[in-house]
T-cell receptor, first 113, second 112 residues
Framework: AQSVTQLGSHVSVSEGALVLLRCNYSSSVPPYLFWYVQYPNQGLQLLLKYTTGATLVKGINGFEAEFKKSETSFHLTKPSAHMSDAAEYFC???????????FGPGTRLSVLP | SQTIHQWPATLVQPVGSPLSLECTVEGTSNPNLYWYRQAAGRGLQLLFYSVGIGQISSEVPQNLSASRPQDRQFILSSKKLLLSDSGFYLCAFAPDNLYEQYFGPGTRLTVT
């Protein structure tokens, strides 16, 4: 079975500062990992995914995440926050082939001017 | 390209009334389909998923039901709504050859 924890239900950063959203997972099989973003009153949008291969994955809107097996982590980063990055971010894990897809509780990102 | 549609976008229903939310997918065949609920200020709760026509798995027992009458159509229903059914309902699909899920725009349901 898979599970996901996201440290910090709410993170605030200043515009232009580094964004770091934490995600740790638990999986009994090699995990597939995902980050989604949700703007108010909208559906979730896939930011990036890790399945196999390169452990540093780049996504849309300048975000990237690194899969660290030894730390069971998949933290999301962006070098410079923009006001438009303010949203809810969800980390998710699944087994190979997408089974047992599990979402984390989410982290709300606020960007301060 | 693959797209997903949900309607209605918003819905206000009285307690005890029926519910029908519809989701359709275009541009892919034999997708896995999902219904999630998101209560205010909370995360995603998986309600139902389907791997094929007529195949529905329920994750949480409640007064909701789901059906998949066609390959790319997924319907969420209730015979009698409760106040606790209020929330943001999201439909998602996973294409046959991919593992990630893609979400529709959601339906905001308010039960009064």
């Amino acid at each position: 079975a898979q599970s996901v924890t996201q440290l910090g239900s709410h993170v605030s950063v200043s515009e232009g500062a580094l964004v770091l959203l934490r995600c740790n997972y638990s999986s009994s099989v090699p995990p597939y990992l995902f980050w989604y973003v949700q703007y108010p009153n909208q559906g979730l949008q896939l930011l990036l995914k890790y399945t196999t291969g390169a452990t540093l994955v780049k996504g849309i809107n300048g975000f990237e995440a690194e899969f660290k097996k030894s730390e069971t982590s998949f933290h999301l980063t962006k070098p410079s926050a923009h006001m438009s990055d303010a949203a809810e971010y969800f980390c998710a894990v699944s087994g190979p082939y997408g089974q047992n897809f599990v979402f984390g509780p989410g982290t709300r990102l606020s960007v301060l001017p | 390209s693959q797209t997903i549609h949900q309607w209605p976008a918003t819905l206000v229903q009285p307690v005890g009334s029926p519910l029908s939310l519809e989701c359709t997918v275009e541009g892919t065949s034999n997708p896995n389909l999902y219904w999630y609920r998101q209560a205010a200020g909370r995360g995603l709760q998986l309600l139902f998923y389907s791997v094929g026509i007529g195949q529905i798995s329920s994750e949480v027992p409640q007064n909701l039901s789901a059906s998949r009458p066609q390959d790319r159509q997924f319907i969420l229903s209730s015979k009698k709504l409760l106040l606790s059914d209020s929330g943001f309902y999201l439909c998602a699909f996973a294409p046959d050859n991919l593992y990630e899920q893609y979400f529709g725009p959601g339906t905001r349901l308010t039960v009064t």
